[in-house]
Structure formats: structure tokens, C-alpha cells
């Protein structure tokens, strides 16, 4: 079994979609384990909502293409349209950030995700729940890699969120 983190993000009905695909998490995958949500601003976009971010961990022995392929038709169930661009509203965005420390292209997705040393909303959960887990290509901290983040242009904060009887703004 291979530890798998994703970034969830949503900005359109937020809170409706953020809770299904943790949901979808809870039933396929075994061992979830959910950051705090965080509010961002938009990052690319010329107009755009606010969006809720947050990291998920699981742990799964599905190939990479598998992972994708589940992760692609959660969007496209919950009203994202594949042809959608890039810096669009979206209702669900899910992205496999590692899939067991494995680096390079597998079955089509880039490993790590590259958005891990740049952008805070996936950096920042993503060190909350890992602090002290290496990335697997740089090998520094996820906590050295926040800490050391530039975030002038990348405002986020953490929001109440309650997903099944848990504020997840606590843990």
C-alpha cells in the first residue's frame, strides 16, 4: 500500500462539493486523513470566487492511472466539464500531489505535482498534515518548504468546515 495525497479545491458550492469528495474518500480508500480547509483567493484567474483548498491523504495500491481515472470522474460527477479552461470556475478539482514518493511521469501524471513548491493553498496543508515527510524529489521537509515559501501574493486562512460531526478547523 502506498500513501497517496491529493489537493481538493472548489469554488463553486463549496462547502456541497468539498463534502462529497471527502465522502468518495472516506468510502474507496482506507486511512483518511483530512487537513484543515483553508480559504484562498483565486491564483491565475482574472475573475473568480474565493476557493476552499484543502489535502487529503489515504493509503491504496491502485496504479497512478487508476488514481487519476477516479479522482477525473468524481470532477466530471460532480459538474466539471473536462473541456472546462484552465482558469475557470470549477465545483470539484482534485490532483494527485505523491503517490508513494514515486517522481517522474506514470501512466501520464507528472510526480510530484509541481504546484507543491509554489502555490501556499496546497503547500500549506499539505505541511500541516506531513511536516516532517520529505519531498521526493528536493528531499527537504513539507514544514522547510512552508516556511520558506514566499505567500505576499497568496492569501489563504482557515475556515470552519464540518464534515461528518468533525470542525475540521480544529484538528
Given at each position: 500500500m502506498a500513501r497517496i495525497s491529493v489537493s481538493i479545491g472548489s469554488?463553486?458550492?463549496?462547502?456541497?462539493?468539498?463534502?462529497?469528495?471527502?465522502?468518495?474518500?472516506?468510502?474507496?480508500?482506507?486511512?483518511?486523513?483530512?487537513?484543515?480547509?483553508?480559504?484562498?483567493e483565486?491564483?491565475?484567474?482574472?475573475d473568480g470566487r474565493n476557493f476552499y483548498n484543502l489535502v487529503a491523504l489515504f493509503d491504496c495500491d491502485w496504479t497512478v492511472g487508476e488514481l487519476q481515472a477516479w479522482c477525473k470522474r468524481l470532477e466530471v460527477a460532480h459538474g466539471r466539464r473536462p473541456d472546462s479552461p484552465k482558469f475557470s470556475p470549477r465545483t470539484l478539482d482534485i490532483d494527485l500531489l505523491?503517490?508513494?514518493?514515486?517522481?517522474?511521469?506514470?501512466?501520464?501524471?507528472?510526480l510530484p505535482r509541481t504546484e507543491i513548491l509554489?502555490?501556499?493553498?496546497?503547500?500549506?496543508?499539505?505541511?500541516?498534515?506531513?511536516?516532517?515527510?520529505?519531498h521526493p524529489v528536493n528531499g527537504e521537509r513539507y514544514r522547510d518548504l512552508w516556511n520558506a515559501l514566499d505567500t505576499r501574493d497568496q492569501r489563504?486562512?482557515?475556515?470552519?468546515?464540518?464534515?461528518?460531526?468533525?470542525?475540521?478547523?480544529?484538528d
Open positions: 469554488n463553486i458550492e463549496r462547502e456541497h462539493h468539498v463534502r462529497a469528495c471527502l465522502d468518495a474518500l472516506a468510502e474507496t480508500f482506507d486511512g483518511l486523513r483530512v487537513s484543515k480547509v483553508y480559504e484562498s483565486p491564483v491565475g484567474f482574472e505523491d503517490v508513494g514518493g514515486l517522481s517522474g511521469e506514470h501512466d501520464g501524471v507528472s509554489h502555490h501556499a493553498f496546497v503547500l500549506k496543508p499539505l505541511a500541516e498534515l506531513l511536516p516532517d515527510t520529505p489563504l486562512w482557515p475556515v470552519s468546515f464540518i464534515w461528518q460531526g468533525r470542525d475540521l478547523s480544529r
